[in-house]
């Protein structure tokens, strides 16, 4: 069994970047900025943007956040992002979600410049992305491309059952495992939670990739020896000897399911770390016009 260490890998892809900000700064541009928008005093919310800006300053890009209160109107918030879309100083930004409920999220996805959506969730980013257009990739799948990539694990032909069924996880990570190239060229099972018999997909999996949000649901006898486990899970839960009180579990039982797998990534620092890395991909795109010529 190996581990697959996110932590190396976004701790790589992040020095390739920062190369690349110093030799864009060296021919005299400005860095790739980023911006946020956060509705709300969400906690999960704000530690996500925390560590977003963090990102950006270990890589030398600019980013700035947008706070907004949750009694903001609808039309407000439209607004706010049209100043945005506008702003020639602000390669790509992200609304951070969940937005309040009197919000109507897709409105607002959909608001995005297609240019600056480095979140990958825009209608037009999501339909170039499934018809191999240069898109910008929700930064979870895209995590696991690069994974996937940078341990060259092979993928063609193999069975790969993604378990999930959301616009941020599981529909574009079935999409983009089905797509030819490596990593790629799978032949993809996508289950959810209407799905019966759970363990006879999973038995049959070659590649097995959790989006469930449910802690340690996948056990031992669910997973075929030999095979790549996934887990895009993180579960806060209270535990009394962790220092801060809590700790983090994916949606695999690791400490049973690991033995059984040739590659496993652990949580936390298994596909978290990688997220991060792909929003930097994308605005360091954004900044340089590569998916949407400028
Ligand atoms: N909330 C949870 N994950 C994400 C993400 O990747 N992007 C945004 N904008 N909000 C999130």
């Given at each position: 069994m190996e581990l697959l260490d996110g932590k190396k890998i976004a701790d790589a892809v992040k020095a390739e970047i920062a190369a690349e900000v110093q030799a864009m700064q060296a021919q005299g541009q400005r860095p790739p900025c980023l911006a946020a928008v956060i509705v709300g005093h969400d906690g999960a919310s704000e530690t996500y943007v925390g560590h977003k800006e963090r990102a950006c300053a270990q890589v030398g890009f600019k980013s700035t956040v947008v706070r907004l209160e949750d009694n903001i109107t609808e039309a407000q918030l439209l607004a706010e992002l049209e100043a945005l879309n506008a702003n020639p100083e602000i390669d790509g930004y992200i609304v951070q979600l969940p937005l309040p409920r009197h919000i109507d999220e897709q409105k607002v996805l959909s608001a995005i410049a297609p240019h600056k959506d480095v979140d990958g969730f825009h209608p037009e980013n999501v339909g170039r992305m499934v018809t191999g257009l240069p898109a910008y990739i929700s930064a979870t799948p895209d995590g696991i491309m690069e994974l996937l990539r940078r341990y060259q694990i092979p993928t063609a032909g193999k069975h790969c059952v993604v378990l999930g069924r959301s616009n941020i996880v599981g529909r574009p990570m079935a999409n983009l495992l089905s797509q030819k190239g490596q990593p790629g060229d799978c032949t993809v099972t996508m289950c959810h939670s209407r799905t019966p018999n759970l363990a006879e997909?999973?038995?049959?999996?070659?590649?097995?990739?959790?989006?469930?949000?449910?802690?340690?649901?996948?056990?031992?006898?669910?997973?075929?020896?030999?095979?790549?486990?996934?887990?895009?899970?993180?579960?806060?839960?209270?535990?009394?000897?962790?220092?801060?009180?809590?700790?983090?579990?994916?949606?695999?039982?690791?400490?049973?399911?690991?033995?059984?797998?040739?590659y496993i990534t652990p949580v936390p620092g298994g596909v978290g770390p990688l997220t991060i890395v792909s929003l930097l991909k994308n605005t360091l795109k954004a900044a340089k016009g590569e998916v949407y010529q400028q």
């Open positions: 997909h999973t038995l049959q999996a070659d590649i097995l990739v959790v989006a469930l949000g449910r802690a340690e649901m996948i056990t031992a006898d669910m997973v075929k020896p030999g095979a790549v486990v996934i887990d895009v899970g993180i579960t806060r839960v209270a535990c009394p000897t962790a220092k801060n009180g809590w700790k983090l579990l994916g949606d695999v039982k690791f400490d049973e399911v690991a033995p059984k797998c040739s």
